[in-house]
């Protein structure tokens, strides 16, 4: 199942430049980076599609343990009224 969710912000653009992904037998190499946005549920339940996600659910922000990474794009998803972070 999904949620139905209007976007009404970004929250921001997160990269970190000494992360890098290469693949030598490909020969790529890739920099990720993650596009947040301010969404508000409408209708249904969170859930994985089984291809890039197998599950997801809402939960309380104590309740699981959490990379730095991530953390920071939390905290900055919770301060409403903050400027959209680049980099």
Do not use: K, N
């Not at 993650?34 to 197998?54: I, K, M, N, W, Y």
Request: proline residues 10%.
């Amino acid at each position: 199942m999904s949620c139905d969710r209007p976007y009404f912000g970004l929250v921001g653009i997160y990269t970190d430049p000494g992360h890098v992904i290469a693949d030598p037998r490909a020969g790529l190499v890739r920099q990720p980076f993650a596009v947040c946005f301010h969404a508000r549920p409408l209708s249904g339940s969170p859930g994985g599609d089984q291809v890039e996600t197998s599950d997801a659910r809402w939960f309380t922000i104590g309740a699981l343990p959490i990379r730095p990474a991530m953390r920071l794009r939390i905290g900055h998803a919770l301060a409403l009224g903050r400027p959209c972070h680049i980099g």
